[in-house]
């Protein structure tokens, strides 16, 4: 099966989208983000369906992959904007966790730099003394590693919904003669919309059905 340049570059950028959103969603996992769990699991679902559809030729589910990127950017921008504290949103608050919990993001305590260290109030007994986290010395703070893991999550998704409406697709027209009758072909990979001018509709024909390149 052959691939031309478009059809690779999206196939390549599938694969890098289901790596990152497999990284991101262990680290989400460690800091008990259940919105941002719930979101990564329909993600890496809507990216192996749109890698399946690229090598498979499945027009539908290049169409639902491209729909869900531009849900994925708005998701990614809404993640920006809670921890740069934008409007209402606060990074402080519980939204992530539905305020079932108070966990916050993983890197606020394990960013790189960071020094960890759990400090126990003076108290009566061990049963009723309590424990303090003191974070210091991080590099980053965490808010911008979270900012940052978004920030290349929506330039990895436009760039892979741009590729199927533009590289990806071949717009060739052109004009064959079937059943004795003059119509039009016009090649949008992975289909073949043939258009008969003396009936005056559109008929769309899969490609694998007309024929099957060795790439488009």
């Known amino acids: 099966m052959g691939c031309c340049s ?16 497999l990284e991101r969603q ?44 531009a849900l ?20 402080d608050s519980d939204l992530l966790t539905f305020n079932i919990s108070a966990h916050h993001s993983w890197w606020s305590e394990h960013g790189p730099g960071c020094v960890r260290r759990e400090m ?15 974070v210091m010395g ?13 920030g290349t999550q929506i330039l990895i998704a436009v760039s892979s919904g741009v590729i199927p409406l533009y590289t990806h697709t071949d717009n060739i027209t052109g004009r064959v003669s079937h059943s004795g009758s ?10 073949v919309w043939v258009i008969g001018r003396d009936i005056g509709e559109w008929i769309r024909r899969p490609r694998s059905v007309l024929y099957r390149p060795s790439c488009y």
Not at 6 to 21: M, N, P, S
Not at 37 to 56: D, K, M, R
Not at 72 to 91: E, M, S
């Open 6 to 21: 478009g059809r690779c570059t999206l196939i390549f950028l599938c694969t890098i989208q289901l790596l990152v959103a």
């Open 26 to 69: 262990v680290f989400d996992f460690l800091g008990y983000q259940w919105a941002p769990i719930l979101a990564n699991f329909f993600h890496i679902i809507i990216v192996i369906l749109g890698l399946f559809g690229t090598i498979q030729y499945r027009p539908r589910y290049i169409v639902v992959y491209t729909v869900w990127m």
């Open 72 to 91: 994925w950017v708005a998701w990614n921008v809404f993640i920006i904007c809670y921890y740069l504290d934008v409007g209402d949103l606060t990074k």
């Open 120 to 134: 126990t109030q003076p108290g009566v007994g061990t049963v009723d003394s309590q424990s303090y986290i003191s």
């Open 138 to 150: 991080c590099l980053m703070e965490y808010q911008y590693i979270e900012v940052l893991h978004s």
């Open 182 to 191: 003059l119509v039009t072909v016009i090649v949008m990979a992975p289909c």
